[in-house]
């Protein structure tokens, strides 16, 4: 399984992003899809974890509010809408696929916030 992330770049704080995660099999043979985000010098954080059996999604606390995560199953993508950014927002951004006999990451794709 291949997830290609895009759609990262360098953006003013208070401004907004959309991250696109395309995985190479279709997005409903996933149990759960997910946004992941590592900022220099700290570990990889949960930024959104989205059941797709469920349909719910669960936010890291700093982004609850701000982000949301979403489906396009006639596309087979997932995203990320990023409001209000803020200058800790900047990090590598990485689309996470779990399926029961496999855990799959993209190579990231790098979100900077200026302030």
């Known amino acids: 399984v291949q997830l290609q992330a895009s759609g990262g770049g360098l953006v003013q704080a208070g401004g907004s992003l959309r991250l696109s995660c395309a995985p190479s099999?279709?997005?409903?043979?996933?149990?759960?899809m997910g946004w992941y985000r590592q900022a220099p010098g700290k570990q990889r954080e949960s930024v959104a974890v989205?059941?797709?059996?469920?349909?719910?999604?669960e936010y890291g606390d700093s982004v609850k509010g701000r982000f949301t995560f979403s489906t396009d199953g006639a596309k087979n993508m997932v995203y990320l809408q990023m409001s209000r950014l803020k200058p800790e927002d900047t990090a590598v951004y990485y689309c996470?696929?779990?399926?029961?006999?496999?855990?799959?990451w993209g190579p990231g794709t790098l979100v900077t916030v200026s302030s």
């Open positions: 099999e279709s997005i409903f043979n996933f149990n759960v």
């Open positions: 996470n696929a779990q399926q029961r006999w496999g855990n799959y």
């Open positions: 989205f059941g797709m059996d469920t349909g719910s999604a």
